[in-house]
T-cell receptor, first 116, second 109 residues
Framework: EAEVAQSPRYKITEKSQAVAFWCDPI?????LYWYRQILGQGPELLVQ????????DSQLPKDRFSAERLKGVDSTLKIQPAELGDSAMYLC??????????????FGNGTRLTVT | KQEVTQIPAALSVPEGENLVLNCSFT??????LQWFRQDPGKGLTSLLL?????REQTSGRLNASLDKSSGRSTLYIAASQPGDSATYLC????????FGSGTKLNVKP
């Protein structure tokens, strides 16, 4: 079964450093999401892409976070500078359409970020 | 904004029991609702997607129901097994997917 690929699986960084996460969605999936999940809570949307365009980045802390999906396929999420409060699981997900299309959301295994 | 509540937050049962997990949401104008399973340190695995026009959806020992007008969904797990131990999350979808905090299930051998 096709999977959403994410790397790295784990990342430890010092505060004020830059960090980047990569995601490759299921082939053909036009919609890509980045979520942040704090332990014990549900995922919270950071940014949604439709092909290469940003559809929703209203919850993305734009002073330090950036995301791109240049060719409408894989995507990178960057944090610069990292803060202690950024420690969390960063999850990438993809669907073949929009929520109204009733296409299931598929997740990668995430990147566990620890900021020291 | 869609608020999603999952009750109970945690549940511990002996193997073989049938159990029900609850999900409630405040905005009933949803397209669909998806149930996920999450193992520790892993991503979310899709279990069932129930469309707004459907009342139930079944997959193996899992059955999800949806009462859109009252803002409720339940996930029924039949004959629970230790391998079912995980956190279960629901996600109603409007313009985007909204997640609850999940129910952490422990099935004891």
């Amino acid at each position: 079964e096709a999977e959403v690929a994410q790397s790295p699986r784990y990342k430890i960084t010092e505060k004020s450093q830059a960090v980047a996460f990569w995601c490759d969605p299921i082939s053909g999936h036009a919609t890509l999401y980045w979520y942040r999940q704090i332990l014990g809570q549900g995922p919270e949307l950071l940014v949604q892409f439709q092909d290469e365009s940003v559809v929703d980045d209203s919850q993305l802390p734009k002073d330090r976070f950036s995301a791109e999906r240049l060719k409408g396929v894989d995507s990178t999420l960057k944090i610069q500078p990292a803060e202690l409060g950024d420690s969390a699981m960063y999850l990438c997900a993809s669907t073949s359409g929009l929520p109204g299309d009733n296409s299931p959301l598929h997740f990668g295994n995430g990147t566990r970020l620890t900021v020291t | 904004k869609q608020e999603v509540t999952q009750i109970p937050a945690a549940l511990s049962v002996p193997e073989g029991e049938n159990l029900v997990l609850n999900c409630s949401f405040t905005d009933s104008a949803i397209y669909n609702l998806q149930w996920f399973r999450q193992d520790p340190g892993k991503g979310l695995t899709s279990l069932l997607l129930i469309q707004s026009s459907q009342r139930e959806q079944t997959s193996g020992r899992l059955n999800a129901s949806l009462d859109k007008s009252s803002g409720r969904s339940t996930l029924y797990i039949a004959a629970s097994q230790p391998g079912d131990s995980a956190t279960y999350l629901c996600a109603p979808a409007i313009n985007k997917f909204y997640f609850g905090s999940g129910t952490k299930l422990n099935v004891k051998p």
